[in-house]
């Protein structure tokens, strides 16, 4: 899926997080929010301020093992724009985000990480929070 024009809903703002809005800013992503316990959109009115969403990436622990019936949102059909999900999450393989969007038959990918940089030609580090254009 190509980013550029699509409205991006980003949950967790920590280093990932942060690093993949710069990077959706890059790639022309039209809009970048991003969803936090505590901040303007949080998971309780996140379906009323980004109804709108085309690509939802999780950046968060929630849904990883042991935690694996945590989910940021459960109910992706509440977005109808929704196109694409990736999730960070490593263990378990499918985590109950990606579930639901495959059920809707919504585009799941894995490790977008590595399918976004390698789509863009950019080597990154979540550790140090930046990345470097290879051709630099």
């Known amino acids: 899926i190509d980013i550029k024009g699509k409205n991006v809903l980003i949950l967790g703002k920590g280093g990932a997080g942060n690093a993949l809005g710069c990077l959706m800013s890059d790639m022309g992503a039209s809009s970048v929010n991003y969803v936090t316990r505590k901040?303007?959109?949080d998971y309780?009115?996140?379906y009323d301020k980004c109804p709108n969403a085309d690509v939802i990436i999780n950046a968060t622990p929630y849904g990883m093992?042991?935690?694996l019936s945590?989910?940021?949102i459960l109910d992706v059909n509440k977005?109808?724009?929704l196109a694409l999900v990736f999730d960070l999450i490593y263990n378990p393989f499918r985590t109950s985000l990606l579930l639901?969007?495959?059920k809707r038959k919504i585009k799941i990918q894995k490790y977008c990480l590595l399918y976004l940089f390698h789509k863009r030609n950019?080597?990154?580090s979540v550790n140090y929070n930046y990345y470097i254009n290879k051709s630099s």
Do not use: C, H, Q, R
């Open 70 to 72: 945590e989910s940021p």
């Open 65 to 67: 093992y042991p935690m």
């Open 79 to 81: 977005f109808d724009n």
């Open 122 to 124: 950019v080597l990154y």
């Open 44 to 46: 309780s009115n996140v």
């Open 39 to 41: 901040g303007d959109i």
């Open 100 to 102: 639901e969007a495959k």
